[in-house]
């Protein structure tokens, strides 16, 4: 078994030259060496049961008060008999971040496949296992050089059956000062007016949650739109609630102390005090965040792709079942930022006795950029009970 941190498995008696190391000859190499091993995940672990707390937590922690995910007694008297999870609640069980080696060199979240194959049920209890499939260097207008590590998890249950299998993308690029290192342009934080402050406040306050009454698949008409959900402005409060519902791989205290320890490039020194603290204090702080060569305070990749896995459980109602869900990650959301997840229909089949509805989504901000791209296939019911397989 290897670890999967950013750290080397080197001695840690080592000192580490830079914090900010270009990509070397030989990086592609060592980013490729894990492929195919059993990786330990205990940095990357925040929960390993779907307690009704956990589950609840993570949905506030993106603004979800889906009650079939917050109140068990609602869940109860659901088709699945029970309070269930959100799909991208295995996040907290497992990051999906499988990038070891390339000590020094930052890592971005690039995006996940996530396939479902049973509900996540209140009290569930989950072991992991992962593993490196792939890795490629790739070029870059904000980068001149990265690499993409691409991993597999597979999420089993107590009763060993295997409920979904997740492929997550990690971009490992040198941060701001190496050189050809990551370099966003900085901006501003956006300043409303009154009106479109107004405007978000609507968007939020009518939001769409279709819960118990059924979208029936026949009902779906293919060139249709999905009623747009809206994030935002971003703010560290969003973020702090994102972190205690959804989970991280920071330490604190003497455990942080430990484990710079153990993972000496797994750490950035603070300029104002000159002491260590954990890099992705850039999600949070401005003047991290450039050092690291984004444009501000950013959100969390795993966050946004949770909020698009939001938009479907809400468009397809209590007796739905989202199969897939696949999402990339574009461009930084910084503090300031309005998100419109937005889902358009694409296609309507027949697959098995399943009714299936295939849609595609984005992300757009308050500027018109594109910041997510992806796909989705939800299972609806059907009004003829002979094809109604939804998984129980």
Request: proline share 5%.
């Amino acid at each position: 078994m290897n670890d999967t941190g950013n750290g080397s498995t080197r001695s840690s008696t080592e000192t580490l030259a830079s914090q900010t190391p270009a990509l070397w000859e030989g990086a592609l190499e060592e980013a490729r060496s894990l492929i195919g091993v059993d990786l330990r995940r205990t940095g990357q672990t925040w929960h390993t049961e779907a307690s009704p707390d956990a589950v609840r937590h993570f949905s506030w922690g993106i603004g979800d008060e889906n009650p079939l995910f917050c109140d068990p007694s609602y869940g109860a008297s659901s088709r699945w008999k029970s309070g269930i999870a959100p799909g991208c609640f295995l996040y907290a069980i497992d990051t999906t971040v499988v990038a070891p080696k390339l000590r020094g060199i930052q890592w971005m979240y690039g995006g996940t496949d996530w396939e479902w194959f049973k509900p996540i049920r209140h009290r569930d209890s989950f072991t992991v296992q992962a593993r490196l499939l792939d890795a490629v260097e790739k070029q870059g207008g904000k980068a001149k050089s990265f690499i993409i590590q691409t991993g597999e998890v597979l999420y089993t249950n107590q009763h060993g059956e295997l409920v979904c299998r997740a492929i997550g993308h990690t971009a490992r690029t040198p941060r701001a000062s190496a050189k050809g290192g990551l370099k966003y342009e900085p901006r501003e934080t956006h300043r409303y007016t009154p009106e479109e402050l107004e405007h978000i406040a609507h968007g939020i306050e009518t939001e769409e949650l279709r819960g118990v009454s059924p979208r029936v698949w026949e009902d779906v008409v293919v060139g249709t739109s999905v009623q747009p959900m809206l994030k935002g402005p971003l703010n560290i409060t969003d973020m702090i609630c994102w972190y205690s519902g959804g989970g991280h791989s920071y330490q604190a205290h003497r455990r942080a102390t430990l484990h710079r320890l153990r993972h000496p490039a797994d750490a950035y020194v603070d300029p104002k005090t000159g002491a260590q603290d954990n890099p992705a204090r850039g999600h949070a702080e401005q003047k991290m965040a450039r050092d690291v060569g984004m444009p501000g305070g950013y959100d969390v990749g795993p966050q946004r792709i949770s909020w698009m896995g939001q938009l479907m459980t809400n468009w397809m109602g209590d007796d739905g079942f989202l199969r897939k869900l696949s999402v990339s990650v574009r461009r930084p959301n910084i503090f300031g930022d309005v998100s419109w997840c937005k889902a358009n229909i694409v296609d309507k089949r027949m697959e098995d006795g399943a009714c299936l509805v295939d849609l595609e989504l984005h992300v757009e901000n308050q500027l018109g950029e594109i910041t997510a791209k992806g796909t989705a296939v939800v299972e609806l019911p059907s009004r003829v009970a002979a094809v109604t397989v939804l998984r129980g």
